[in-house]
């Protein structure tokens, strides 16, 4: 059940969304160890978002997964922070991610919970 919700000020034509999407989707899967049929990605552009003062391209993430490991959270800010500022040019300076891990119980799926 790893989610990652981008949501961007920046404009994300749609020839580049796919690709983002599947990357983003790929490099999930690979930080959480996690197969990649059971993460979502989901990608919101062009979002009314100001951040110190200056709509300069700028994103706010969010990390969900069942056991997401707190020790690893660095490593995976470096990684995330790097896919959007190569994917959108979006410095890590003007990002914010959050993480989190569900208990099972309220996280649902398929009509029920994990």
Same mark, same amino acid.
């Given at each position: 059940?790893? !989610?990652? /919700?981008?949501?961007?000020?920046?404009?994300v034509p749609a020839e580049v969304r796919a690709g983002l999407l599947k990357r983003a989707s #790929? !490099?999930?899967?690979?930080?959480?160890?996690? *197969?990649?049929?059971?993460?979502?990605?989901?990608?919101?552009? #062009?979002?009314?978002?100001?951040?110190?003062?200056?709509?300069?391209?700028?994103?706010?993430?969010?990390?969900?997964?069942?056991?997401?490991?707190?020790?690893?959270?660095?490593?995976?800010?470096?990684?995330?922070?790097?896919?959007?500022?190569?994917?959108? #040019?979006? *410095?890590?300076? /003007?990002?914010?991610?959050?993480?989190?891990?569900?208990?099972?119980?309220?996280? #649902?799926?398929?009509?029920? !919970?994990?």
């Amino acid at each position: 059940m790893p !989610t990652l /919700r981008i949501l961007t000020n920046v404009q994300v034509p749609a020839e580049v969304r796919a690709g983002l999407l599947k990357r983003a989707s #790929g !490099t999930v899967a690979e930080l959480l160890g996690k *197969p990649e049929s059971y993460v979502m990605v989901v990608l919101e552009a #062009g979002r009314d978002l100001i951040f110190a003062g200056s709509a300069a391209p700028a994103a706010y993430l969010e990390l969900k997964s069942l056991g997401l490991p707190e020790l690893k959270t660095a490593h995976y800010s470096r990684v995330l922070c790097d896919l959007l500022d190569e994917s959108l #040019g979006i *410095p890590a300076e /003007r990002v914010y991610i959050e993480f989190a891990a569900p208990p099972r119980h309220l996280f #649902g799926w398929n009509g029920g !919970t994990f």
